[in-house]
């Protein structure tokens, strides 16, 4: 059952089923529990989409089912009673999980809207590398360095963004950021389409700001949406800085 700001009913449940849990092994039986999230595409909410689509726009991570099933499969193996990790100040229980407790953004983002990022107890999360360090941008320093430098030197030599290395340059930049604000720690295939990768609007948005701020050339979201593959966008940013630059 899931956990939802202003839904008692299930959070008393959950309570409940929780304590259910430490009960069992105070008999010596074996039990778990997984507390689970939003989920995208199994239950109520693919036949709601404006519901999940809701959720969506605060920030929220969903779901999906292979997900769940995993969580299942190891809890099942943590059934048994444990010791616990139990001091003066801490208690750990392996045999319950929360599941989908994460942000598509991180909590310092002013559009993020997660009704959970200011409270206390998940100021862990916040200082944990899964909130990207509250950072917006979200390729690594090596990256955003050899992006800097270059940008500045064609700023001065125009004529370096002539060059077919520089689309690509570009196209690895916005996909290795695309592929970060979906918390994904990969290397972007540059023939792969934007469409393919599943980003919806709202990560468009983040990217299109992205494109703004740190190549300094403008696309809509409409030419993000629409281009073909990840490289077209580094092609499409290559005309658009030499039609600026060059202007």
Known sequence: MGHQRGQSNYAAGNTFLDAFVQYRHSLGLPCSTVNIGVMEDVGYLPEHPEK???YRATSIHTLQEKQ???AIQLMLTRSQLEAHNQGSKSFVN???LGLGLRS???LSAPNNRTPWKRDA???AYRNSKYDMQGTFTVTSADDSDTLKLFLR???SNTSILQASETAELLARAIGKTLLGFMLLDEEPDLETSVTALGMDSLITIELRNWIRQRIGVEMS????MGAQSVGQLGVMAQ???LEKLQG
Do not use: C, H
């Open 153 to 155: 030197d064609a700023r």
């Open 221 to 224: 979201v409409m030419e993000i």
């Open 104 to 106: 598509t953004l991180p």
């Open 68 to 70: 769940l099933l995993d």
């Open 121 to 123: 107890r998940f100021l």
């Open 52 to 54: 999940l689509n809701m």
């Open 94 to 96: 392996r045999n319950q």
């Open 239 to 241: 005309g658009k800085l």
